[in-house]
């Protein structure tokens, strides 16, 4: 993990000294990549004007639609072997429990509200962070949370949380349907928009000029706090790339013993030409020393 560490901060410090020379390549300009419709968030983490607030709303209207949501209730047991952990909290939530907290602050700081998840290539355990992370916020019981799938040629959240019903987010964001028709309740505070099947043509759907517009009505209908997109990997098609200008930051999930250096140093590249970099989650680490661990329990 030291190593991964220490790689890391060593390509940051070397793309820091390219930037202070002024050679910043034209095709990694945020202005260039990030669609109309949306500010184009600057590539330094914490330096972002804030995002154009929601449209204010009443406040009983939105409880209402929320209570509307038709509610779905887990199984604890699916959940836990699927690695959900942070549904009840506990010991084992912890480390999701300080990415969360650490989460909160910089998304009030910043005045931020949509979070992309993304990793450099398949099975690094996206899905799993996003949804422990959209579990966690629901335990705060003064959020709202999206989560919202985005991994349109891959979606596993369904089947992760055991959901059998044929959602289609995709319409959705493609304009043609209602968010209520494609989103699932859990608890009162979080709301799961989901597909349940592979999708056709997602780059060009996420392309469209339609996933702004609805992107900006479910701000405005549900006023969640927090939108949280599990993303496809980003080296293994242009989707994520396609949608990446329609949030405020991005985490990136690296799998232990499997994504290299140079994936991480590749993909925060092109993560900081379009948003926010959050962060950088390791993930699998069987290896954690005790400094890693969490005795309070």
Known sequence: MERIQSAIAKARAERRDVLASGAVPAAASPAAAS????????????????????????AAAVAALWAALAGFQP??????????????GGREAVPFD???????????ANNWRRVAITSATAACGKSTVALNL???????????????????????LSAIIGLREPLNFARVIAGAAP??????????????ALNRGAVKNPAELLHGAAVG?????????????????????LLVSDDAMAFLGHVDCAILVAAA???????????????????NVLGIVLNKCRYAGPDYGYEYY
């Open 75 to 88: 199984d604890p047991r699916q959940l836990v072997r699927n690695r959900i952990v942070t549904a009840a």
């Open 98 to 108: 300080v990415m969360r907290t650490r989460l909160i602050q910089q998304m009030r």
């Open 179 to 192: 968010f209520a028709d494609a989103a699932r309740r859990i608890g009162g505070n979080l709301a799961l």
């Open 213 to 233: 517009p609805a992107l900006d009505r479910i701000e405005a209908e549900y006023a969640p706090d927090v939108m949280l997109f599990d993303m496809p990997p």
């Open 35 to 58: 669609p109309a419709g949306r500010t184009p968030a600057p590539a330094a983490p914490g330096d972002a004007a804030p995002a154009p607030a929601a449209p204010a709303a009443d």
């Open 134 to 156: 959209g579990f966690g916020l629901a335990r705060q019981p003064d959020l709202r949370t999206v989560l919202c799938e985005m991994d349109l040629r891959r979606p596993t």
């Open 257 to 275: 013993e499997a994504t290299t250096i140079k994936e991480i140093d590749t993909c925060e590249r092109e993560l900081a030409a379009q948003t």
